[in-house]
C-alpha cells in the first residue's frame, strides 16, 4: 500500500478499445485531438467543423495548412471508407491549394463529397470554409482539396469495432 522498498504498484488497465463503452468513440484521434467535431458522415458527405485554437494556428495565429491538409484526408477517407462498404482504404494522393485565412478564434468547417466513387479508386473534393460567427453560414473558402484514395482492400478482423462503432457515431448525428 505504501509504495515502500518491495513493493511494486499493480499494472496500468489495458487501453480501451474502438468500441469500449468506458471510452467515447473517436472518428479520428488526431483530428479530434484538435477539437473538430464531425457533422455528418455518410457515403455522400463527411463535414465538421474546427475552432481555430492557438494548437491549430502557425506561429503568425493563422490556422495552419497541415491542419487544413489533415481535415481534407481524414474527412475524404472516411467517406472513401463508408462509400466502400466499410473496406480498408489507401490515400494515393492529396492536393491542396490554401486560398485564404481563417485566424485565431475563428470557426471553418470542411465538407468532404465523391468526386468519383470507382470500385477500386475514389476521388474526393473536400472545400474548408470559414463560418460567419453572426449567421453560421460559409462565408470565405479557405482551402480547397482533392483527395485520390485506394478503396476495397481487405479489411482486418480487427477492424470491426470501429465499423460498429462508425456506424452508431454516424447514426446519431
Not at 114 to 134: C, N, T
Request: overall charge neutral; aromatic content about 6%.
Amino acid at each position: 500500500m505504501g509504495g515502500g522498498a518491495g513493493e511494486s504498484d499493480p499494472p496500468p488497465p489495458p487501453p480501451a478499445a474502438a468500441g469500449d463503452a468506458t471510452k467515447p468513440f473517436q472518428v479520428d484521434r488526431a483530428l479530434q485531438a484538435l477539437g473538430f467535431e464531425f457533422t455528418r458522415v455518410t457515403a455522400t458527405e463527411v463535414a465538421g467543423r474546427l475552432p481555430v485554437t492557438e494548437t491549430c494556428c502557425q506561429p503568425f495565429d493563422w490556422l495552419n495548412g497541415g491542419v487544413s491538409a489533415l481535415m481534407a484526408e481524414v474527412t475524404a477517407s472516411i467517406g472513401c471508407y463508408v462509400a466502400s462498404g466499410y473496406r480498408r482504404l489507401a490515400g494515393v494522393q492529396l492536393s491542396i491549394n490554401h486560398v485564404g485565412p481563417a485566424r485565431l478564434g475563428d470557426l471553418v468547417q470542411a465538407s468532404a463529397k465523391p468526386v468519383q466513387l470507382g470500385r477500386k479508386i475514389q476521388v474526393w473534393e473536400v472545400q474548408i470554409w470559414r463560418i460567419d460567427p453572426s449567421t453560421s453560414e460559409c462565408k470565405d473558402l479557405i482551402s480547397t482539396a482533392r483527395v485520390t484514395l485506394l478503396a476495397n482492400l481487405s479489411t482486418p478482423q480487427s477492424m470491426t469495432t470501429y465499423e460498429e462503432g462508425l456506424k452508431k457515431f454516424s447514426s446519431k448525428l
